[in-house]
């Protein structure tokens, strides 16, 4: 599938008539489900969202030449989630340090995950 192996999605947000896209490093697997993204709360595409909650994440396809486009609204996960999703990139990208876990536990107003719950799909051909 598609989706699952690409490693990199851009995501476009909207800011009036302006459109802001940005590499994003993909973790999800089923892009029928909410799509989740972590960054830091001091960023363009989290001001964007807190104004328009659209969303268009684009990647490619199979085919050469093809690329899916879905649109999507944004949401800001609870502090909860932010936590344990935090917990589970900070081992995705530290796997040696599982055994030596010090992540800090406590909540970080900084850490944001931006939650995409798919509206629409297609498949762009040239």
Do not use: C
Not at 34 to 57: M, N, S, Y
């Amino acid at each position: 599938m598609a989706f699952k192996s690409a490693k990199v999605i851009f995501m476009t947000t909207f800011d009036g008539d302006r459109e802001n896209t940005r590499q994003m490093t993909n973790y999800n697997e089923d892009p029928y489900g909410t799509i989740w993204f972590p960054t830091e709360k001091d960023t363009k595409k989290v001001k964007d969202i807190g104004k328009d909650q659209r969303v268009l994440l684009t990647f490619p396809a199979e085919e050469k030449g093809e690329f899916y486009e879905v649109t999507g609204e944004a949401s800001f996960a609870s502090k909860e989630e932010v936590l344990s999703k935090w917990e589970w990139w900070w081992l995705y990208w530290h796997p040696a340090q599982r055994n030596r876990f010090w992540f800090p536990r406590e909540h970080d107003e900084r850490r944001v995950i931006i939650n995409v719950k798919p509206v629409s799909a297609k498949l762009v051909k040239k």
